[in-house]
């Protein structure tokens, strides 16, 4: 349903525009009808950029991005706001999604103006109503609130509901439960996972490793804005082959096992890896030639494709 | 020696009224004993874990008493800690990491706040230094300024400060939260270390992530509205806890090897209270599945087996029966 | 980690703006010369440029603020002055306002070429001397009124509450809720209209206020340097006569000092008000 192809984001900094900062580089992964793909990564990896340039609220360096086969990356105008009734995105703090100084109701109002204009409020209520017990809320408990009149899940809840209102295929859903609280994050998760059992595709970004089990059949991981290891994600957790999955995996929290005693690496701040692989410098089994050649992403087994050149050299 | 808290209670003043954040906390914490503090948004577990080193205002100090090594701190007088703050008693507070001055170097930062406890940063320079070698942070960080280290290596400093007295007890307010994976783990060892070289003597580690108590802490304190709900070694909470909020806050923890598909976990019901009015009794009453008549007053923080404390009426009557 | 109710928060402004002193000190004087300017020249009968007493008198009964060199009653000047004070800052203030305010958004929003260029414009309008282009257009328009000079006055303050509304839309832009509103298909002038400026209200009333302030000085430093309207009275005229007719080595205090005091007043009133507004707007200024 969605494909990304190549896809880099280059920003300027630095005084004048000097320098670049690559904060994607030739992202490539397709998410099918009705899957759920978890995208992986600590902060700095650029996933919430991929999600943004998704929902094109960001523009793209260089690739391109297609949904069921048309580029999405240069669509203007009315294609754009077509291409908003299909994909949707909500995002990590529910406070700040929200106009503080109007209601919360509001988010759906614009949704009417702008999507259905022409439809009779009886009709809309109905729409509305039927939308919001989807996704859990009961409709005279939360409708006509502010904001903070209402908690972190019920606001993360509201924006399904207006992401379901346009019955869309595609949803992003970035960071959308690490703001809530303990009790509520596995409602808003299950109701994800529901919504999924019903034909919705999403796009599920986070860096929490468990949650990524959970829901999703496959993962991407991402390390400073580039994929090093994607495919089932059982595969992967089962049997991680790239170094940062590997480190990932073992130094995560767990509530089922403690953490082995390995050393870890601590490094200052990275520098900007232009050439060479982008886990060299923290990279426990890197060789000299890792730090000149980028590796690609290859198959090691079905649905299991890592970019490290111990994997790919080995034929 | 020990900390020992009791009947701690703070409110917060605001122009709404008093909320009662803290409501008679009472608990001990032993020598070497890293307690975890863990709770939802709102429990008030930053509130105790403040108001036991830094009580300003907008809290407002009720009533309680809080020993350590067996002498009374004078929590409700700001003036009278100055004496137990950063010697007996120290906190890294959340996003500590941020509050440097970006235009001072680590080690003049380092001076000046050594010297506004009247300490001589040359005489202490050397054990300092030792701290950072056990830290992993080169001694060249003196003379860095904070933006040129990343998150992690600011975290470390700021421990490595608070720590730099040897208090008896350190808090630590949310360190690992806005740390990347790897960091986090070397950050949560790093306390460990800190409590087996006898650098601090116990530890209250505030956060909202279990799974980093799990680790690293030897006991779980588990709030909820601003009551105590369970105390007890981290096994215990984590496969054998007994109230009924700690149970269900544990089952709705995502775990990797559990998938939607084969075991869908469930959350609770409904939101905390707003402690503005707080309901009476057992604050976590409207949302548990076993809340009974007993449940609108407030349940005591009983002992029910050695060093496992619980507050529900429930767990009290199976206890009588059995 | 809840936010404010808007409602609350309004009424919570309200509460804490009416214990704010500065704010009811400087709302007092400004209120106070407003009531002046409005019912003033309903008390006397004299015009303000009419010769109707004997010259040069200090204040008495008759001419509450006595008289000038040419017998003209000081109080109808006064009072009348103070009217006219008031439609320029209204007027100069609020052209200026307007002006900074469209400017500010749309490069704020924009970016890019659009951002650029504005730029440019600001900075231009910025250096040009005002005073020099003032002296010329007097040459040109031998009758000046009061609404040209606040026209005048208006085009020639905005450029810094344009670049300070831009700074905030710039930050606004960059909220989530801002990104929603796109992502349900707003186009970008009904975002910028309805959810980054009502964001911006508060700001904008301390820059109105600011602006009108302004736009008082501006012309009384013109009157009193000839540049003023032709006709009517105001109050940095009325300094401009006595200065030139030497009010000050005459002893004639009663023709200099209330206009410059009135002035001098009404702008620090508004200063003080905007500090204070500052502080109910923002809680972590606020003296809890």
Known sequence: MLRLDNISKVYKVGTFGGKELHAVSNVSFDVKDGEVVSLIGESGSGKSTIGKMILRLIPLSSGAISFNGVDISTLKGSALKEYYRNVQGVFQDPFSSYNPIFKADRVFSIIKEEFFPEMGSREWTDRLENSLRAVGLNPPDVLNKFPHQLSGGQLQRFLIARALLLDIQFLVADEIISMLDASTRIDVLNLLADLKSRGLSILFITHDLSLGYYISERAVMLYRGRVVEMGATEKIYDNPLHPYTKMLMASVPRLDKKWAEAEMELKARPSEILRGCVYYERCPVADKDCASYSPALLEVESDHSVACFHYTERE | MSLQVENLTVYYQTLRGDVQALESATFTIQDGEIMGLAGESGCGKTTLGHSLIYLKPPMRFIKGHVTLDNEELPVWDMERMNDFRFKKISIIPQYAMNAMNPTRKIGKMAEELLGSRKMDFRAILPELKRRLDLVKLSHDVLNMYPIELSGGMKQRMVMVLSALLNPSLLIADEITSALDVSTQKAVAEMLVEFRDREFVKSMIVITHDISILYQIADSIMIMYAGQLAEKAPTDVIIHSARHPYTKLLISSLPKVGVKYAEKRLTGIAGSPPLLLHPPVGCRFRDRCPLAFDQCLEVPPFVEIEKDHFVACWKVLEENAQA | ?288
Not at chain 3, 46 to 69: H, K, L
Not at chain 3, 150 to 179: C, H, K, M, N, Y
């Open chain 3, 1 to 288: 980690m809840a936010q404010e109710q808007p409602k609350e928060v309004r009424s919570e402004f309200i509460y804490f703006a009416l214990r704010n002193r500065k704010l009811r000190v400087g709302l007092g004087i400004l209120v106070f010369f407003l009531l002046f300017a409005i019912l003033g020249p309903f008390l006397t009968e004299y015009e303000p440029n009419a010769y109707v007493g004997p010259s040069a008198q200090p204040p008495s009964s008759e001419f509450w603020f006595g008289t000038t060199t040419f017998g003209q009653d000081v109080y109808s000047q006064f009072a009348h002055g103070l009217r006219s004070t008031f439609i320029v800052g209204l007027i100069g203030g609020g052209i200026g306002t307007l002006i900074g305010v469209l400017i500010g958004l749309l490069a704020g929003y924009r970016g890019g070429m659009v951002d650029e260029s504005l730029n440019m414009l600001t900075n231009i309008v910025l250096i040009i001397p005002t005073l020099a282009v003032l002296i010329i257009i007097a040459a040109y328009l031998a009758v000046r009124g009061i609404f040209t000079e606040s026209v005048f006055i208006g085009l020639t303050a905005w450029p810094w509450a344009a670049r300070a509304i831009r700074a905030q839309t710039f930050s606004l832009r960059a909220r989530e809720f801002v990104d929603l509103a796109r992502m349900s298909g707003c186009n970008s002038l009904r975002i910028v209209l309805t959810e980054i400026a009502p964001n911006m209200m508060s700001y904008l009333l301390l820059v109105f206020i600011l602006q009108f302030g302004g736009a008082i000085l501006n012309a009384a430093t013109l009157d009193f340097i000839g540049l003023g309207p032709t006709r009517g009275m105001s109050l940095g005229l009325m300094m401009n006569n006595a200065v030139l007719w030497a009010a000050l080595q005459l002893g004639m205090w009663w023709w200099l000092i209330p206009p410059g005091a009135a002035i001098a007043a009404i702008v620090g009133a508004l200063y003080v008000m905007n500090v204070g507004l500052d502080e109910v707007f923002n809680p972590k200024l606020r003296e809890m």
